[in-house]
């Protein structure tokens, strides 16, 4: 059959029973689609179910809708080539937990302010690039030392270190392109062991944060043209790869790679992205490639510097 339905959900909050599996099935069939038997990639956690005769994104939506109250993540694809060759994450709010130009706000008592213009800018609501910009120069005076203290409040999302070393082994490349601060992406980067990073520069003067930045800002265009030049890099194309992220400066990155992953995502993301995961941690980027658990390489993550 030409597409696969994957249901995916946290042992630890339910999980997934062969009833659930039944259940999809019986939900696609009731959409005139044709299904296959069900495929378990990990008991309890996640599973293929093969289908035809119904386009993926009704699909998706269907089975989405009768899971409504549960813990489950549902996403609908073509089964060819589900397996990329490249992934491109968000870092904030993707592969860590935080926002880190929240975590510098705390040092001048500035994070409610500072967070609120974030959300909004993430939400959509606001220009992204005049919205950095913006909340940078709310910086100025800061000294330097204190992107040291907030490298020690990163908290790595549950299951990028796992998603990162499990595509490496089986030879794909992992880049991490944010809009946040290079000093922040390059120290992720080495404890998760990602091949690359881009990200925007904090302009810095005789130890002080300047309140500008360095260069372009890197935003919305910047990480679709980061997927189409690594792309072009390792001789593939954006459908062979796999992008994930949060807010909708991503948006145009992950309308363009093959699979373009919603991450526990702001509204007009999950909304407007083909794929998305409400309630997984990162390896369920993972199981939507086809791996089984017992697939998976474990990394634990370097220490903070």
Known sequence: MENILTLIARPERGGLTAADADTARAMLASKLAETGAADWLATDAACDIPFS?????TAAAAVRAGFAGRPV????????GRCK?????DMESTIIENEMLDELA?????R???????????AGELDFESALRARVAMLEGMD??????ALTAIRIMPGAATLVATMQANGAYCALVSGGFDFFTSRVRDRLGFDHDQANRLEIAAGILTGR?????????????????????LGITPKEAITVGDGANDLVMLAAAGTGVAFRAKPIVAETARARIDHGDL???????????????????????
């Open 283 to 305: 390896t369920a980027l993972l199981y939507l490639q086809g791996y089984r658990r017992d697939e998976f390489r474990d990394r634990a993550p370097e220490p903070a510097d």
């Open 106 to 110: 705390d040092e001048f008592g500035l």
């Open 85 to 89: 060759r490249l992934l491109v994450a």
């Open 213 to 233: 930045l360095v260069g372009p800002i890197l935003g919305r265009a910047a990480k679709r043209q980061a997927l189409d030049r690594l792309s072009k890099t």
């Open 112 to 122: 409610d302010r500072i967070s609120a213009i974030t959300a909004r800018a993430m």
């Open 144 to 149: 330097s030392a204190a992107l040291d203290r």
């Open 53 to 57: 005769g119904l386009d993926c994104e």
């Open 73 to 80: 993540d549902t996403v609908a694809q073509p089964a060819a």
